[in-house]
């Protein structure tokens, strides 16, 4: 089996390492990844300069580009084979509900199922979470399941491990994508030259984090599976658009 690693927070975070340690010996283990922190790159490819591939001491090659850079760059050029699965993270924090949609984890696990790879994004929920291990081996579990018995559809799963020990977790919960509160207003200061400056503010809490989200089975110390899909179209709206548009 051919496994390609890779995340959104560089070659050089604990948790890509903790992750291609927590699969060694399942395949052959690639791993490409950003050469820096590109967390909130959500699906961006780059597309005015090249980009260069190095390899680092590790063995893991680093891109200085996004994490969809990188795993297309992988997938249609830097590797002989196509890969049987695209693994990314293990991210440092969480990634539930609307965090997917600017999260370069998920965003990386994104690309590889668009280009028909199946996929997962792996995140460790806890802002300096610390519990790599735990997620490795969920991580491990979740791989072994597909070269056991690939599913019959492409698949994007997106996985968050609460950050507690190993036997501390409770079970693998399927879930849905639960929703955040708006995020937080940005934070406007001054940088040492005296121009006023702006941070994009944190993001909302839980908001619908009942249960069977994602938010949910995190809180109750479960580890969340939530398979993703990529059309964004919203049928429901479909004919309320076109009765709008004959208006
Ligand atoms: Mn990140």
């Known amino acids: 089996m051919r496994i390609l690693l890779s995340n959104d927070d560089g070659y050089f975070a604990p948790g890509l390492a903790a992750l291609a340690e927590a699969l060694a010996g399942l395949g052959e283990i690639t791993v490409v990844a950003p050469e820096r922190d590109r967390s909130g790159a959500s699906n ?47 991210n440092h924090g969480a990634n539930m509900g609307d965090d997917t949609i600017y999260s370069g984890t998920v965003a990386a696990a994104t690309e590889g199922y668009l280009l028909g790879i199946p996929s997962i994004a792996m995140s460790l929920a806890a802002r300096g979470a610390t519990h790599f291990a735990s997620a490795g081996r969920i991580a491990r579990t979740l791989v072994e399941r597909f070269q056991r018995n690939a599913p019959s559809q492409p698949t994007l799963l997106n996985v968050n491990i609460p950050d507690l020990p190993f036997e501390s977790l409770g079970d693998i919960e399927v879930t849905r994508l639960g929703k955040r509160h708006k995020a937080e207003g940005v934070v406007k200061t001054t940088n040492p030259r005296g121009d ?28 969340s599976v939530t398979p993703l899909r990529i ?17």
């Open 44 to 90: 961006s490819l780059t597309l005015d300069r090249p980009l260069s591939v190095r390899r680092a001491a590790s063995g893991f090659f680093f891109v200085n580009g996004t994490p969809t850079d990188c795993v297309h760059l992988a997938v249609t050029g830097l590797l002989d084979k196509l890969p049987d699965i695209v693994v990314s993270g293990i």
């Open 196 to 223: 006023t400056v702006y941070w994009i503010g944190a993001a909302g809490g839980a908001q619908d984090a009942g249960p069977g989200t994602d938010f949910h089975a995190v809180a109750q110390g479960r580890v």
């Open 231 to 247: 059309d964004l179209t919203h049928p429901d709206q479909i004919p309320v658009v076109r009765a709008w548009l004959q208006t």
